[in-house]
């Protein structure tokens, strides 16, 4: 199934809007936590970090991995537009190497064909 450039946009604007989402609600949790004075506040600050290094590690990987099946989708196209050609050239490869072998043989049909001096 090919994707078309609208569906590679929604595929790839989408996740990152959950994700957002996802994001937003974390840290709406641990901000929530933090006043109670529990473990989430003496390591307020490292899931900060983590949850932000984790939200743009994946940004960038979807990316990533969007762009990957459109150039996969470019390359498949331009491919099979080369595939006649391609297939042609080689269709002659084998005509002509098949002239060479028949030559062949009746070359060395015709010598044992002779008697021998």
Known sequence: MR???NNLL???II????????FYNFIAAIN???PLGMTTAIVY???????TALFLGAVIYWGILVYYIYMI????VFIQD???ELAGSGTA??????KLISQLLQDIKSTELRPHQ
Not at 73 to 76: I, K, L
Not at 93 to 98: I, N, T, Y
Request: proline residues 3%; charged residues 15%.
């Open 3 to 5: 994707l078309s450039k």
């Open 10 to 12: 929604v595929i790839g």
């Open 15 to 22: 996740p990152i809007f959950v994700g957002l989402i996802i």
């Open 32 to 34: 929530i936590l933090r």
């Open 45 to 51: 600050y490292q899931l900060l970090g983590i949850s």
């Open 73 to 76: 989708q470019e390359n498949e």
């Open 82 to 84: 080369n595939f006649t």
């Open 93 to 98: 490869h084998l005509q002509s190497a098949k």
